[in-house]
């Protein structure tokens, strides 16, 4: 028979012994209730029918018991349960940057529906959360709401908590399951990327040097050196370490993490290969080296003779560089460094990229001679777009880029197909029908 005592004013303590453990330690099971005070009608209820009322939870609570049927989680609340999914499950097995996105989304939940218990989670009531969060606007003054992609993002991660519940027996089904996230409407992705004769003049100006107009006389350099002008000037060409970091990026399709993470042993200047298999991510605010999940993702590739000259070159100056600061270096073996041979921060690049652009085309009075400013990870879509438009075998593309599977490649770069299925047409026309411009004329 469970037990029932009274803990506040409308606070009652419900207790169903369960036996004893292997130890002979009796075993309970505890829950609290706090019955309805006013009936349906807006009435005070009586004491004795209050009473009546948590003698019935009570029963129904033993029941359960007895059953097999009840879960921790009709006691346990969503904060509750969320600091035992962090502690006991995702910072054990989650890589730095998927717990950095489920920890941001547990609090967006507890925010919301912390104080419910988990069996009081139904599928209407996440139903429900997920539309309102399609109506949510964007926390970080931009206009617009959530996007589908962050919708979907943290419903996924929602779902993922509430089947680990249902793996510790706190829940018995995922309610989750039962919820429907509205698909957005398709839409066309715009790839930004330069052409061929665009990536050969970004190419050519790498080697020409940064040219502003400066309103003083002299200036200060990054070691603090008052220099005049045209020292400062030389001061601020294109190292060949950035030099180096753009050529990678467009003759091998590589991400910009991917790069970074470089270290002197990944070049193999014997057989002109790089190896791709680690990546920088940055996770609150600081640099995190990790390894990818997908075994693709590694990868062997080759590489021009003239990108491993240009190596060769840097590897020495950096060497020589790393001698004349002495001590005040405290970096280890990475091709891509910061003054003091610690890892290249990630905007670097990206801020270099952009300065090298805009410098090309303040000097550039032809408008047709000016380079589009395209994000830096449109270096990756002019590799994979110039290699599909050399009819380079989809699956080799697929493998430098480091893709999952074939599906992705024709998928993200349909407008490269589309255009060389033109020219498939174009060329089976004149190989079948040479005289194809008389039936033109006579129609």
């Given at each position: 028979?469970?037990?029932?005592?009274?803990?506040?004013?409308?606070?009652?303590?419900?207790?169903?012994?369960?036996?004893?453990?292997?130890?002979?330690?009796?075993?309970?099971?505890?829950?609290?209730?706090?019955?309805?005070?006013?009936?349906?009608?807006?009435?005070?209820?009586?004491?004795?029918?209050?009473?009546?009322?948590?003698?019935?939870?009570?029963?129904?609570?033993?029941?359960?018991?007895?059953?097999?049927?009840?879960?921790?989680?009709?006691?346990?609340?969503?904060?509750?349960?969320?600091?035992?999914?962090?502690?006991?499950?995702?910072?054990?097995?989650?890589?730095?940057?998927?717990?950095?996105?489920?920890?941001?989304?547990?609090?967006?939940?507890?925010?919301?529906?912390?104080?419910?218990?988990?069996?009081?989670?139904?599928?209407?009531?996440?139903?429900?959360?997920?539309?309102?969060?399609?109506?949510?606007?964007?926390?970080?003054?931009?206009?617009?709401?959530?996007?589908?992609?962050?919708?979907?993002?943290?419903?996924?991660?929602?779902?993922?908590?509430?089947?680990?519940?249902?793996?510790?027996?706190?829940?018995?089904?995922?309610?989750?399951?039962?919820?429907?996230?509205?698909?957005?409407?398709?839409?066309?992705?715009?790839?930004?990327?330069?052409?061929?004769?665009?990536?050969?003049?970004f190419l050519s100006i790498?080697?020409?040097?940064?040219?502003?107009?400066?309103?003083?006389?002299?200036?200060?350099?990054?070691?603090?050196?008052?220099?005049?002008?045209?020292?400062?000037?030389?001061?601020?060409?294109?190292?060949?370490?950035?030099?180096?970091?753009?050529?990678?990026?467009?003759?091998?399709?590589?991400?910009?993490?991917?790069?970074?993470?470089?270290?002197?042993?990944?070049?193999?200047?014997?057989?002109?290969?790089?190896?791709?298999?680690?990546?920088?991510?940055?996770?609150?605010?600081?640099?995190?080296?990790?390894?990818?999940?997908?075994?693709?993702?590694?990868?062997?590739?080759?590489?021009?003779?003239?990108?491993?000259?240009?190596?060769?070159?840097?590897?020495?100056?950096?060497?020589?560089?790393?001698?004349?600061?002495?001590?005040?270096?405290?970096?280890?073996?990475?091709?891509?460094?910061?003054?003091?041979?610690?890892?290249?921060?990630?905007?670097?690049?990206?801020?270099?990229?952009?300065?090298?652009?805009?410098?090309?085309?303040?000097?550039?009075?032809?408008?047709?001679?000016?380079?589009?400013?395209?994000?830096?990870?449109?270096?990756?879509?002019?590799?994979?777009?110039?290699?599909?438009?050399?009819?380079?075998?989809?699956?080799t593309v697929s493998d430098?880029?480091?893709?999952?599977?074939?599906?992705?490649?024709?998928?993200?770069?349909?407008?490269?197909?589309?255009?060389?299925?033109?020219?498939?047409?174009?060329?089976?026309?004149?190989?079948?029908?040479?005289?194809?411009?008389?039936?033109?004329?006579?129609?």
């Amino acid at each position: 028979m469970a037990s029932i005592k009274k803990r506040g004013e409308n606070s009652y303590l419900i207790t169903v012994s369960c036996g004893y453990d292997s130890s002979g330690k009796k075993i309970f099971r505890t829950t609290t209730y706090r019955p309805e005070l006013v009936t349906a009608k807006g009435n005070l209820k009586t004491e004795s029918a209050i009473l009546k009322d948590v003698s019935a939870y009570a029963t129904d609570f033993e029941k359960q018991i007895l059953t097999g049927h009840y879960t921790e989680g009709q006691n346990l609340t969503f904060e509750k349960y969320s600091q035992k999914y962090l502690s006991e499950y995702a910072r054990i097995n989650q890589a730095p940057k998927t717990l950095q996105s489920t920890e941001s989304a547990i609090k967006q939940f507890n925010a919301a529906f912390g104080y419910m218990t988990l069996a009081s989670l139904s599928p209407l009531f996440l139903q429900q959360y997920v539309n309102s969060m399609l109506n949510t606007k964007k926390k970080t003054g931009k206009a617009g709401t959530l996007s589908q992609g962050t919708v979907k993002r943290r419903a996924a991660v929602l779902s993922a908590m509430l089947s680990q519940a249902v793996r510790w027996n706190i829940l018995e089904r995922n309610p989750m399951d039962n919820v429907q996230i509205k698909r957005a409407a398709p839409k066309e992705e715009k790839i930004q990327c330069f052409t061929q004769e665009q990536a050969e003049t970004f190419l050519s100006i790498l080697d020409k040097p940064l040219l502003y107009e400066y309103s003083t006389r002299s200036r200060r350099d990054s070691s603090g050196k008052i220099c005049n002008v045209q020292e400062y000037q030389a001061s601020r060409s294109i190292n060949l370490q950035l030099k180096l970091f753009f050529y990678l990026a467009i003759f091998t399709g590589c991400r910009r993490g991917e790069l970074i993470a470089l270290t002197w042993p990944d070049l193999d200047f014997e057989n002109n290969t790089v190896n791709i298999c680690k990546s920088v991510c940055r996770v609150k605010g600081e640099n995190i080296i990790k390894t990818p999940k997908n075994p693709k993702t590694c990868r062997v590739m080759a590489i021009p003779a003239v990108l491993i000259n240009v190596a060769k070159l840097w590897k020495r100056e950096q060497a020589a560089y790393r001698l004349s600061i002495g001590t005040q270096w405290i970096g280890d073996n990475h091709l891509f460094i910061q003054w003091n041979g610690a890892l290249m921060s990630l905007d670097t690049p990206y801020q270099a990229f952009h300065r090298i652009i805009n410098n090309h085309n303040a000097q550039q009075e032809d408008e047709n001679k000016k380079l589009p400013l395209i994000p830096l990870h449109g270096l990756r879509h002019t590799a994979a777009t110039l290699l599909i438009g050399q009819h380079v075998n989809i699956r080799t593309v697929s493998d430098r880029l480091g893709h999952a599977n074939v599906s992705t490649t024709l998928n993200f770069y349909s407008h490269a197909i589309k255009e060389l299925d033109r020219s498939a047409s174009d060329e089976l026309e004149k190989l079948l029908l040479p005289k194809s411009e008389q039936f033109r004329k006579q129609s």
